[in-house]
């Protein structure tokens, strides 16, 4: 309960450590969706002056650094512009904490985190007028070439995560919004000059990106249309010709669902099955991107299960996604 003059609590899945850390920890989820997301690099060409990824939730970074080894194998001497979004500042510090190895493996990397919206962070722009002349743009060209090197300099960046990512709740959804636009730009700086044209400056990132990842990447209950409007429809803009977007969301046919049947049998929180997104992405981009071509794998291809890590010898249940 809350007096008249407190603010009601939100309460989300993602923004509770325990539960989440809990979940990500016990089930495959990270490393299935990796290798899904794998699976369209060889349908992707990358064109000079560089392979452009854009995370849509980099979340604890291990789908990202997955994903980024996976590049490294197929693409050893291009360099790499991978741009992430993450507004929570504890996965901002996780994700941050396992990207020494991938400078070490790949020198010619450049990685970009941001806590601006979707609509915003690919180009790395506020919409604001008055939040572009206020971003808290940070260059961080990292000294050494050990991934020991890598580490101490990026571990000591968590004082300016803190200042950077601070959030306030938004009175109408309780989702988190930023209080301050913020970038980390990090990058080797022995590497500086054959970077330049990959590492962006404080001003609008052109050009598109050749891989986008959106896995999971709004709430179950939102409606197709906000899931389009506000998320997909602004990811699918920023694709550079040849690009391809990989979009994972729960279908809610797992454990979990059944135990709050029971609870709840009249409980529905995914409202939103492919086919829906598809259309409403389909009808929004057909005005602005009709060059746009959906990709789409058929009923028995899309789903994948998440099976879930127990002990030798324990039942093994499985997550649908």
Known sequence: MTSQNEQPEHFRFFDNREKY??????????WVIAERVGMELDQIHPTPPDFRLFDAGMGD????????????????????????????VEDARLGLNKL???????????????NMYYSEAPWLRPRNPEMQAAVNWLDVPLQGDTAYDFEDQIKALQSELVEGWQTRNSPKTGNPLYVRPS?????????????????PRPRPLEGGYDLIIAAQPYRARQT???????????????????????????????????????????EDPFWTPRHLLIQELRKV???????????IFSDERSPFYLPVALLAGGNQPDWHV
């Open 21 to 30: 850390l809990l979940f990500v920890t016990t089930t495959s989820e990270k």
């Open 61 to 88: 970074g291990t789908v990202l650094m997955r994903v980024m080894q996976n590049l490294h194998r197929r693409f050893p001497t291009v360099p790499f512009l991978i741009v992430a979004k993450e507004t929570s």
């Open 100 to 114: 020494a190895e991938r400078f070490a493996e790949h020198p010619m990397t450049v990685v970009v985190l941001t």
């Open 183 to 199: 970038v980390v730009v990090l990058y080797r700086e022995d590497h500086k000059f054959i970077l330049d044209s990959t590492i």
């Open 224 to 266: 197709a249309e906000k899931k389009v409007n506000y998320v997909l429809a602004p990811l699918a803009s920023a694709l550079a010709p040849g690009g391809r977007m990989v979009v994972v969301q729960s279908t809610g046919r797992d454990p979990g669902m059944e135990i709050i049947r029971k609870i709840w049998p009249d």
């Open 285 to 295: 981009l057909a005005e602005n991107h009709p060059d746009r071509i959906f990709d």
